[in-house]
């Protein structure tokens, strides 16, 4: 078993790093989920610039699922082979004293380009929860709003939120 860092601290008003690299898929297989230092800057500019803006929109507690996944961890899950959850620019999360999933999600794809703030991803993943990325992997904000739906076993992306 690999220890978690013990050397916690608020990134932001409302998120801890700990929230940030926590990963059950790595604890219950034993994998190593430690970003390298510009990983964990990555992790730290998409809190600052990003997520806690968000959250500061939603004005409700969030719960973070999952932010970043370690190579090992990102196999572990069957995540997208460039996912920007390996560089820290991800978080997949729940707000459900907001709404549900979708109604998170077209809330921030309204809000978040009103207000000027920026992001590659918003991604309404199933139903379930919203991926939200500061960067794509390459540095790119695309501002792409998106529904992942499973179909015949295999995700499909589909336009807006739906
Ligand atoms: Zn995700």
Not at 11 to 32: C, K, Q, W
Not at 53 to 69: A, H
Not at 110 to 126: A, V
Request: charged share 20%.
């Amino acid at each position: 078993m690999f220890e978690q860092s013990n050397t916690d601290f608020a990134v932001t008003p409302n998120f801890h790093y700990s929230e940030l690299i926590h990963s059950y898929t790595a604890v219950r297989l034993g994998l190593d989920n430690t970003p390298d230092a510009a990983t964990k800057q990555h992790l730290i500019d998409s809190c600052k610039n990003l997520w806690q803006p968000m959250r500061k929109l939603l004005d409700k507690p969030i719960s973070v699922n999952c932010g970043y996944r370690s190579p090992a961890v990102n196999k572990a899950v069957g995540g997208a082979k460039n996912s920007a959850h390996l560089y820290g620019y991800a978080i997949d999360f729940v707000c459900p004293s907001f709404g549900t999933p979708k109604q998170v999600a077209q809330f921030l794809a309204t809000q978040l380009p009103k207000q000027g703030i920026k992001f590659d991803q918003i991604i309404m993943e199933f139903g379930a929860w919203v991926h939200i990325a500061w960067k794509a992997p390459d540095g790119r904000q695309r501002g792409q709003i998106l529904t992942a739906k499973k179909v015949g076993g295999k995700t499909q992306y589909v336009a807006g939120v739906q």
